[in-house]
T-cell receptor
């Protein structure tokens, strides 16, 4: 079966750094996506990785290791507005997105 | 605004009634997806279209659900004889579709929140 695992909830302090991990087992791999979702709103695209390594985009970075079936999202200089759920999704061999349940990130002052 | 739009944003209905939702994708996007999401879960795939062709439907999609994209632009999702278990956020997303030459990033609309009483 296909499976995406990520922690249910994490807590971090404003101004700090947090790393959200994602492990996956899918039938095929055509890229890994991270989305941010604020409560009651739709997911918004953050990053895409298809090759191994780190992709940096401002305060957010995403890392991929295909051999390990592993990715992480790194958020730096945390702000209160970063409080949201972060969804990891893998595009499988049929070009369908397989979604994790999301990691709820709580930022404390 | 050239993003994905959905209508209505909220729908409250009584069990047994039919409901229809509309999605307008980003204009140059060929692919359109419907998802369902419940609290604390990731989006659950329902179906998707490449232009006007419905290419895949989830096995979770009962025969009470039907989707159309008649002219390859907007799409509708209809739920017949709604049940309380249908209460969820219904999300629409669109992407460029092949051969875009780039990552198949899906862009989401604001969603329609359905409550079945």
């Amino acid at each position: 079966g296909q499976n995406i695992d990520q922690p249910t909830e994490m807590t971090a302090t404003e101004g700090a750094i947090v790393q959200i991990n994602c492990t996956y087992q899918t039938s095929g791999f055509n890229g890994l996506f991270w989305y941010q979702q604020h409560a009651g709103e739709a997911p918004t695209f953050l990053s895409y990785n298809v090759l191994d390594g780190l992709e940096e985009k401002g305060r957010f970075s995403s890392f991929l290791s295909r051999s390990k079936g592993y990715s992480y999202l790194l958020l730096k200089e945390l702000q209160m507005k970063d409080s949201a759920s972060y969804l990891c999704a893998v595009m499988d061999s049929n070009y369908q997105l397989i979604w994790g349940a999301g990691t709820k990130l709580i930022i404390k002052p | 605004d050239t993003g994905v739009s959905q209508d209505p944003r909220h729908k409250i209905t009584k069990r047994g009634q039919n409901v229809t939702f509309r999605c307008d994708p980003i204009s140059e996007h060929n692919r359109l997806y419907w998802y369902r999401q419940t609290l604390g879960q990731g989006p659950e795939f329902l179906t998707y279209f490449q232009n006007e062709a419905q290419l895949e439907k989830s096995r979770l999609l009962s025969d009470r659900f039907s989707a159309e994209r008649p002219k390859g632009s907007f799409s509708t999702l209809e739920i017949q004889r709604t049940e309380q278990g249908d209460s969820a956020m219904y999300l629409c997303a669109s992407s460029l579709g092949w051969p875009s030459g780039g990552p198949e990033t899906q862009y989401f609309g604001p969603g329609t929140r359905l409550t079945v009483l």
